[in-house]
C-alpha cells in the first residue's frame, strides 16, 4: 500500500514540477557512470558489455539501498515525502508532454522534432512531423512513465532505480552499429525484457482510456515493429486516433521500411497531437 500512495505522489510531483533544474539530474549522474567505464574499459564485446551492465546496476543498487535504508528510519511521514520526490525524478511526463508540445508552437518545427527522434527531418512534411512526435509520444510513455511506475510499485525505490539506469544504458550504447553491435548488446537485450510488460501495460492503458472495446487490438500490428515493445504503444495511439502511424522512413539518408501501425487516414494533424497529449496528461 505503501508503494502505492508513494507511485501516486512521485506522479503528481513530475506533472507539476517536473525536473527540479536546480540539482543535478540523477539519470546525468547514471549516464556519468556509464561513460566512466566506456572510457575506461571499452571493447567491443559482449563479455565487456556483459562488465558494463553489471558495474552500473552494482553501483545504482548500493547507492539507491542505501538511501532507502536511511529513509526507512525516517518517521513513515517524511520517508513517504522524501521517497515521492526523489521516485519523481524518474518519471518524466511533464517533460515529455511539453517537449512535444513544443513542437505545436514552434516556429521551426523541424529542428524542434529533430531533437526527439533519430530520422531524418530535413525532408520532413508537416505531416511526418506530427506522426514522428506522436510516435515518440506514444513509445516514451511506456518508457519514461508507465515502466518507473511499474517498477516503483513492485519494488519501491529500489526499483525504479535500477529500472533507469538500465534504460539509460540502452539509450547510451543499445546501438546496431560498429562500436556498439557486441558491447551494448546485453544492455539492450536486458532493456527490452524489462519494458516487454510495461509497454503491453502502457498499450492496454491507452485502449482503455480511449474506451476500445477490443483493448487487445494492438497486439496484432505492434508485433511488426521492429522493437519487441515500442510497436504495442504506438499502435494503441494510432487506433486510439484513428490514423496510421510507422510507415517507409528516413534514417541518415536512407530509407528504411517499416510497417505500418493503425488504422485510418495517413495525413497526421496537429489536433491529432493533441488529442495524444491530452490522453493521459489531463491538466
Same mark, same amino acid.
Given at each position: 500500500m505503501i508503494n502505492i500512495f508513494i507511485a501516486f505522489l512521485a506522479y503528481l510531483i513530475d506533472k507539476r514540477f517536473g525536473e527540479f533544474r536546480f540539482i543535478k539530474h540523477p539519470v546525468i549522474i547514471i549516464g556519468s557512470i556509464i561513460s566512466f567505464f566506456e572510457h575506461k574499459f571499452y571493447k567491443d564485446s559482449i563479455l565487456r558489455g556483459l562488465l558494463l551492465v553489471l558495474f552500473v546496476i552494482c553501483c545504482v543498487s548500493f547507492?539507491?539501498?542505501?538511501?532507502?535504508?536511511?529513509?526507512n528510519n525516517l518517521n513513515i511521514v517524511l520517508n513517504?515525502?522524501?521517497?515521492?520526490?526523489?521516485?519523481?525524478?524518474? @518519471? =518524466?511526463?511533464?517533460?515529455?508532454?511539453?517537449?512535444v508540445l513544443e513542437i505545436l508552437v514552434s516556429t521551426n518545427k523541424k529542428k524542434s522534432i529533430s531533437?526527439?527522434?533519430?530520422r531524418d527531418t530535413q525532408n520532413m512534411s508537416e505531416s511526418d512531423i506530427y506522426k514522428a512526435s506522436i510516435e515518440t509520444y506514444a513509445e516514451n510513455l511506456s518508457d519514461g512513465v508507465i515502466a518507473p511506475l511499474f517498477y516503483l510499485l513492485l519494488f519501491g525505490l529500489d526499483g525504479i532505480v535500477?529500472?533507469?539506469?538500465?534504460?539509460t544504458m540502452d539509450s547510451m550504447v543499445g546501438y546496431r552499429n560498429e562500436k556498439y553491435e557486441k558491447y551494448g548488446k546485453v544492455a539492450a537485450l536486458l532493456d527490452? @525484457? =524489462?519494458?516487454?510488460?510495461?509497454s503491453r501495460l502502457t498499450a492496454i492503458l491507452i485502449m482503455i482510456v480511449a474506451k476500445k472495446k477490443n483493448i487487445f487490438a494492438f497486439y496484432e500490428d505492434g508485433k511488426k515493429h521492429d522493437s519487441p515493445n515500442a510497436g504495442h504503444p504506438i499502435t494503441a495511439m494510432a487506433l486510439m486516433l484513428?490514423?496510421?502511424l510507422g510507415g517507409d522512413t528516413y534514417y541518415f539518408s536512407k530509407l528504411?521500411?517499416?510497417?505500418?501501425?493503425?488504422?485510418g487516414r495517413k495525413n497526421i494533424t496537429k489536433s491529432d497531437v493533441k488529442r495524444?497529449?491530452?490522453?493521459?496528461?489531463?491538466d
Open positions: 547507492v539507491s539501498i542505501s538511501i532507502s535504508t536511511f529513509l513517504i515525502g522524501f521517497t515521492s520526490i526523489l521516485a519523481s525524478m524518474f @518519471i =518524466a511526463h511533464k517533460m515529455l508532454h511539453d517537449s531533437m526527439l527522434v533519430s535500477i529500472y533507469k539506469a538500465i534504460n527490452d @525484457i =524489462a519494458n516487454y510488460i510495461p484513428g490514423v496510421k528504411k521500411k517499416k510497417a505500418y501501425f493503425g488504422e495524444a497529449l491530452s490522453l493521459l496528461y489531463a
